[in-house]
Each structure stands twice: as C-alpha cells, then as structure tokens.
C-alpha cells in the first residue's frame, strides 16, 4: 500500500516490518523484502526494530525479525529506518553486531543513548515529540546536544501532533505539513535560523537515502 501512494504521489517509501507485526514475520520474509525494495520508490528498510513498551510481539521474536532485517539491509546496501521503545540496552547491542547506515526514529531517550547511538553512526529522528512541554522536556533540553549534520525531522503522522500547534485541527490529526513547526522548535532549542536547520536536515535527508529530488 505504502509502495501504490508513493507511485501515485511522486513519494519515497520503506518496506519493513515493524516490531509490533514481529510475530507475523514468515521465512519468505527476506524474499518479500527484496522484491519491494526493487521499486526505486523504497529507499530503506523499515521501519524495524524493538518496542518492549507495548510488546505486541514476544521480545525474542522481535530480536530475531530485527537480525534479519539489518542483515538484509547490509546485503542490498540500504539505509534502516529504527524503531525503539524501552529496548535501547537490546538495541544497540544489536546494532553494533552490524555495520549500516540508518535513522533512530522518533527519539526520545536519554543522554546516554543519544550518545550510543550517534557513535554508531546513525541520524537522530525527532518528531513533534518536542513540541510537548510536558512529556517533551528531556528532549527539549537534548536537542543541543544533537550534531545539526546528524538530525531529521520528522512528523510521525497521523500520530504524535505538535502540542504547541496553534490552532490545532479539528480532527487532532498530525500532518506532514506540520513539518516546519517541528523545524523552528528545534532552531529555537538550537539557537539556529529557521533556514539553517531546514537546509541542513534536508541535505542529511538527501544523503541518508541517496535522493537528490
């Protein structure tokens, strides 16, 4: 479906399978994998990894979908796209057994993991997470500490809307058009323009997934 919108609308796409769907992961799961990523619309694989806050699947489970991924993913050379939640310690040790490129979606952790993960190379993916003043706060006070040439931005929509969005949709429904809200949160937290975070996110965008467009 993500593959038919991103045809139809000129978008990118990823193929993965979340953490949640782990369970439902087959043996033709690489099989499945390598024929979507065929399309020049699929730019990475994803979006995988580990959410031991809902556990939707069982933890091994979710361990072992996130092995096959990431190995496929250095096989064909492409980028991850990562899931966390409340797994980092299982995380990065997965992560360090492999050698890619990739983006922490959606980061919310702590100091430490920042730390981790921006030492094995990856983007930091920020949403409108940011924008709360309540649940945000720790990641307000990181957002300095992120390296604008290793920062995304992201929306997470329809979910996660900006909290400081004025006035707020009806429908309460995040958008991508929400985008430059989240951008000029992080320039205010980084002390930045507006145009300097957004030309160079957008170059760190370019880079991750090889796309010029």
């Known amino acids: 479906q993500a593959l038919n919108l991103a045809k139809q609308y000129q978008l990118l796409a990823t193929a993965g399978v979340h953490p949640h769907d782990a369970k439902s992961a087959t043996e033709q799961l690489e099989e499945q994998l390598r024929s979507l990523v065929a399309a020049p619309e699929v730019v990475a694989i994803g979006e995988c990894g580990l959410d031991y806050n809902r556990d939707f699947s069982p933890r091994e489970t979710q361990r072992s979908v996130l092995h096959r991924q990431l190995a496929l993913a250095v096989a064909l050379n492409l980028p991850v796209y990562l899931h966390e939640r409340d797994a980092s310690e299982d995380m990065l040790a997965i992560l360090q057994q492999y050698s890619v490129r990739g983006v922490l979606h959606?980061?919310?952790?702590?100091?430490?993991?920042?730390?981790q993960y921006l030492a094995l190379g990856l983007y930091i993916g920020i949403t409108g997470w940011v924008c709360d003043e309540r649940r945000g706060k720790q990641l307000q006070q990181l957002i300095p500490s992120i390296p604008l040439e290793r920062l995304l931005?992201?929306?997470?929509?329809?979910?996660?809307?900006?909290?400081?969005?004025?006035?707020k949709p009806k429908s309460h429904r995040n958008e991508p058009s929400y985008l430059p809200h989240i951008c000029a949160t992080i320039a205010s937290l980084k002390g930045l323009e507006f145009a300097t975070v957004a030309k160079q996110t957008t170059l760190n965008f370019q880079q991750l997934f090889n796309h010029k467009g």
């Not at 959606?106 to 730390?115: H, I, K, V």
Request: hydrophobic share 35%.
């Open 106 to 115: 959606c980061f919310t952790g702590d100091q430490q993991a920042l730390e």
């Open 153 to 167: 931005i992201e929306t997470d929509a329809p979910f996660l809307i900006p909290r400081s969005l004025t006035p």
